[in-house]
């Protein structure tokens, strides 16, 4: 092949490359824009009452041969008579041993069947906590970070941090020239807008929607969407809300999804619907929350940590309306020991389930519960001995508990309380001591809020908006 021919042959290559890499962005990006048109069509499948594994039959057939080698043994091959009274013996003990074994079966499977029934009891008649562990659990694999801020009867509030126009939406739409080439045009200011706020309300709507999948009791949510906003002229980035929403689970019945966009499902659907737009091309800004005090205390109320973000501040914190120089010295915001407790009690709980689904004789579950319950009780002294140690060390003068002057008599009188609660449990099942120990927690969980310290528990203000 001459000089010539390769050259031609190299630049009919790159073209074929160049196009084949231009099609591939173009699906990229025709894919993201299908994307957020169809964010809000999820599906969740809603929550049923949960069952335990069924016991399985104790192998009768095994346990037989069990027994009759045991029987057998020392009983010569040519003593038939002996050797069938020791067959029929055996007999006897397999049968004795699979009815007790299926007692055990049966039993550890109502056990678990009635904490499963009474876990969703309390799920349904929408118990606090049983409320918030769920959602949590729910969004833990959402694309928006999400979490729950606060149960109020039957109603529900939500916090959803989006990202900004740029990380979402591409500034270019892939489209084809009369050449049949493929081509990439620039989105216009207004229509960039539009499909931003078709993110923002399609992340608002999916997010309602797992929370009334999961959550059967509840018939009202409230959203508040939050977005990280610009420094401030200190440096500190800020959090700003793009919009405030509530739906009720009746208003969302029979909306037509798969055809419906994100927008009108949302102004047709929801209400108290609070958001604000500028300019020709409508753009979503954020609310003025300084109008909004009933909105300006939900925001400040949230714990940004839940949603990833550590490093912002809400806005109209303490630290920006004083100075975080006059502020006296508080724990920093990592987790906290009522934070590690509530989460040492998660991890303990899911293994005390997993052990009383399990196979296995009455003993062998009790030295397995002793196992784990055991370290728990321990863990659960210390905790309590820290978080009282560290509320005296850090404790806010201008806290309630401070100005009291009742410190010492009142972080006395919850040490005592955890004390006593310990020593009870001792002849409780493992479910009943696992209730005391939450009791636990939100005796040190009130103990730490009223001499205001930082928590991520929950938010110490459940103000409406």
Same mark, same amino acid.
């Given at each position: 092949?001459?000089?010539?021919?390769?050259?031609?042959?190299?630049?009919?290559?790159?073209?074929?490359?160049?196009r084949?890499?231009?099609?591939?962005?173009?699906?990229?990006?025709?894919?993201? %824009?299908?994307h957020?048109?169809?964010?809000?069509?999820?599906?969740?499948?809603?929550?049923?009452?949960?069952?335990?594994?069924?016991?399985?039959?104790?192998?009768?057939a095994?346990?037989?041969?069990?027994?009759?080698?045991?029987?057998?043994?020392?009983?010569?091959?040519?003593k038939?008579?002996?050797?069938?009274?020791?067959?029929?013996?055996?007999?006897?003990?397999?049968?004795?041993?699979?009815?007790?074994?299926?007692?055990?079966?049966?039993?550890?499977?109502?056990?678990?069947?009635?904490?499963?029934?009474?876990?969703?009891?309390?799920?349904?008649?929408?118990?606090?906590?049983?409320?918030?562990?769920?959602? @949590?659990?729910? %969004?833990?694999?959402?694309e928006?970070?999400?979490?729950?801020?606060?149960?109020?009867?039957?109603?529900?509030?939500?916090?959803?941090?989006?990202?900004?126009?740029?990380?979402?939406?591409?500034?270019?739409?892939?489209?084809?020239?009369?050449?049949?080439?493929?081509?990439?045009?620039?989105?216009?200011?207004?229509?960039?807008a539009?499909?931003?706020? @078709?993110?923002?309300?399609?992340?608002?709507?999916?997010?309602?929607?797992?929370?009334?999948?999961?959550?059967?009791?509840?018939?009202?949510?409230?959203?508040?969407?939050?977005?990280?906003?610009?420094?401030?002229?200190?440096?500190?980035?800020?959090?700003?809300?793009?919009?405030?929403?509530?739906?009720?689970?009746?208003?969302?019945?029979?909306?037509?999804?798969?055809?419906?966009?994100?927008?009108?499902?949302?102004?047709? @659907?929801?209400?108290?619907?609070?958001?604000?737009?500028?300019?020709?091309?409508?753009?979503?800004?954020?609310?003025?929350?300084?109008?909004?005090?009933?909105?300006?205390?939900?925001?400040?109320a949230?714990?940004?940590?839940?949603?990833?973000?550590d490093?912002?501040?809400?806005?109209?914190?303490?630290?920006?309306?004083?100075?975080?120089?006059?502020?006296?010295?508080?724990p920093?915001?990592?987790?906290t020991?009522?934070?590690?407790?509530?989460?040492?009690?998660?991890?303990?709980?899911?293994?005390?389930?997993?052990?009383?689904?399990?196979?296995?004789?009455?003993?062998?579950?009790?030295?397995?519960?002793?196992?784990?319950?055991?370290?728990?009780?321990?863990?659960?002294?210390?905790?309590?001995?820290?978080?009282?140690?560290?509320?005296?060390?850090?404790?806010?003068?201008?806290?309630?508990?401070?100005?009291?002057?009742?410190?010492?008599?009142?972080?006395?009188?919850?040490?005592?309380?955890?004390?006593?609660?310990?020593?009870?449990?001792?002849?409780?099942?493992?479910?009943?001591?696992?209730?005391?120990?939450?009791?636990?927690?939100?005796?040190?969980?009130?103990?730490?809020?009223?001499?205001?310290?930082?928590?991520? @528990?929950?938010?110490?203000?459940?103000?409406?908006?």
């Open positions: 092949m001459s000089t010539t021919a390769y050259q031609r042959e190299l630049a009919r290559q790159r073209r074929i490359d160049e084949s890499a231009r099609y591939d962005q173009a699906q990229e990006l025709l894919a993201t %824009f299908q957020i048109l169809d964010l809000h069509r999820e599906e969740f499948p809603p929550a049923v009452r949960p069952l335990a594994p069924a016991p399985q039959q104790p192998d009768r095994a346990i037989y041969r069990h027994f009759e080698a045991q029987a057998l043994k020392g009983v010569g091959r040519f038939r008579l002996e050797r069938d009274q020791a067959r029929r013996k055996a007999a006897a003990w397999a049968d004795a041993e699979a009815a007790r074994l299926w007692q055990e079966q049966t039993h550890a499977h109502a056990q678990a069947q009635g904490w499963l029934d009474h876990c969703w009891s309390q799920l349904c008649a929408n118990d606090r906590d049983a409320v918030m562990e769920t959602l @949590t659990a729910a %969004f833990e694999d959402n928006a970070p999400s979490a729950p801020i606060g149960v109020s009867d039957d109603e529900v509030s939500l916090a959803l941090l989006v990202p900004s126009i740029d990380e979402v939406v591409p500034e270019r739409l892939p489209d084809v020239t009369q050449a049949g080439n493929i081509s990439f045009r620039k989105i216009s200011k207004k229509d960039r539009a499909y931003y706020g @078709t993110f923002v309300c399609g992340q608002a709507l999916v997010t309602v929607r797992e929370a009334f999948a999961v959550t059967p009791g509840i018939r009202s949510v409230r959203v508040v969407v939050l977005r990280a906003g610009r420094p401030d002229v200190y440096g500190q980035q800020r959090i700003e809300c793009l919009l405030a929403v509530a739906f009720d689970r009746v208003g969302l019945a029979g909306v037509a999804w798969e055809s419906a966009g994100a927008v009108d499902i949302l102004n047709q @659907t929801s209400h108290e619907l609070l958001f604000q737009q500028t300019g020709p091309s409508k753009e979503l800004m954020p609310l003025n929350l300084a109008s909004e005090p009933g909105l300006r205390a939900v925001v400040e949230i714990d940004l940590r839940d949603l990833g973000m490093s912002l501040q809400s806005p109209g914190s303490a630290a920006q309306r004083v100075g975080a120089d006059q502020l006296p010295a508080r920093s915001a990592g987790v020991p009522i934070d590690q407790g509530w989460a040492r009690a998660r991890l303990c709980r899911a293994e005390v389930e997993r052990i009383l689904g399990s196979d296995g004789s009455r003993e062998q579950l009790n030295r397995q519960l002793t196992v784990v319950i055991e370290p728990y009780m321990n863990d659960t002294k210390d905790l309590a001995t820290a978080a009282v140690k560290q509320i005296v060390d850090t404790l806010d003068p201008r806290s309630d508990l401070a100005r009291s002057n009742q410190v010492t008599p009142f972080l006395e009188n919850v040490l005592s309380l955890v004390g006593q609660s310990l020593e009870q449990t001792g002849s409780r099942g493992p479910f009943e001591y696992l209730e005391q120990m939450d009791g636990v927690l939100r005796a040190l969980e009130n103990a730490w809020q009223a001499a205001d310290m930082p928590s991520r @528990t929950e938010p110490t203000r459940r103000q409406r908006y």
